[in-house]
């Protein structure tokens, strides 16, 4: 008995179904492999988004760091101008 093998592709997919006399159908399915290579693209634009906004919210803490460091600078130097001026009061 001979075999019949029947190929069918959506251009996604290929299927080939092969028909023994016996009765027995074996189908054999294949994807194109680009569920797995946009897969791959989305995660590597992930993890790219995530190294930027990381950087960005360091840089943002930076700056935060830095305006408290000289509010700090601006306060001390007040008091000492107001000691200055207690002073200068003084009999």
Same mark, same amino acid.
């Given at each position: 008995m001979?075999?019949?093998?029947?190929?069918r592709t959506d251009g996604v997919t290929a299927e080939r179904v092969t028909e023994t006399g016996g009765g027995t159908t074996v189908i054999e399915r294949r994807g194109s492999g $680009?569920?797995?290579l946009i897969g791959l693209a989305i995660l590597i634009l992930a993890i790219v988004g995530?190294? %930027?906004? %990381? +950087?960005? +919210?360091a840089r943002e803490n930076q700056k935060t760091d830095a305006v408290q460091q000289a509010a700090g600078k601006v306060? !001390? $130097?007040? &008091? !000492?101008?107001? !000691?200055?001026? &207690?002073?200068?009061t003084k009999p």
């Amino acid at each position: 008995m001979a075999d019949r093998i029947t190929e069918r592709t959506d251009g996604v997919t290929a299927e080939r179904v092969t028909e023994t006399g016996g009765g027995t159908t074996v189908i054999e399915r294949r994807g194109s492999g $680009a569920g797995i290579l946009i897969g791959l693209a989305i995660l590597i634009l992930a993890i790219v988004g995530a190294v %930027y906004l %990381y +950087n960005q +919210n360091a840089r943002e803490n930076q700056k935060t760091d830095a305006v408290q460091q000289a509010a700090g600078k601006v306060g !001390d $130097a007040a &008091k !000492d101008v107001g !000691d200055a001026a &207690k002073e200068a009061t003084k009999p």
